[in-house]
């Protein structure tokens, strides 16, 4: 493949990659971060549908070129793929990879929504499967990938995400 058509390949991807989010960003623009939502999306969008398939082999393809989970630190690789913008309905972009590790402590002042994509058969992200998993605003935790290695995709309202020591008493 030349050089050119490479670039064309991974530019296709990219806006490809954020074509299918736009879609669904939108579609979630106004719902509150609750259970309902979390139900509705795994209903819709969950590990059984073409969506989903889609999604976690764009994101797999994206690590390969370069342009998703381009920064490493302690052990996850991670990256922004889109800041928050009007046609993602105001939600921040972000892919990690993890492999058996808990990543830094962390709160949602507006919520998140993950999609979880397990690359090891059994993977958990927080304890769930593949699927998506919705957080209220103010929730807090350490991320943790257990059994194996999972893609997680994160959606956050206006980009927003507070890192911060976990509290011990």
């Known amino acids: 493949m030349s050089e050119i058509s490479k670039h064309h390949q991974l530019e296709m991807n990219q806006v490809d990659f954020r074509l299918q989010l736009s879609e669904l960003t939108q579609l979630i623009g106004l719902r509150a971060l609750d259970q309902h939502l979390e139900q509705w999306l795994n209903e819709e969008y969950g590990y059984t549908t073409a969506w989903y398939q889609k999604m976690k082999n764009v994101c797999l393809a994206g690590i390969d070129q370069g342009w998703l989970c381009n920064r490493e630190g302690g ?95």
């Open 75 to 169: 052990g996850i690789r991670y990256g922004r793929v889109f800041k928050p913008a009007d046609d993602l309905a105001g939600f921040s972009v972000d892919v990690v990879d993890m492999e058996n590790i808990a990543g830094p402590h962390h709160v949602h002042p507006l919520g998140e929504i993950d999609l979880i994509m397990p690359i090891d058969d059994g993977a958990l992200f927080d304890g769930h499967a593949a699927g998506w998993m919705v957080t209220a605003a103010g929730s807090a935790h350490e991320p943790t990938v257990s059994n194996g290695r999972a893609l997680v995709l994160y959606l956050l309202p206006e980009g927003q995400i507070q890192f911060k020591e976990k509290n011990i008493s």
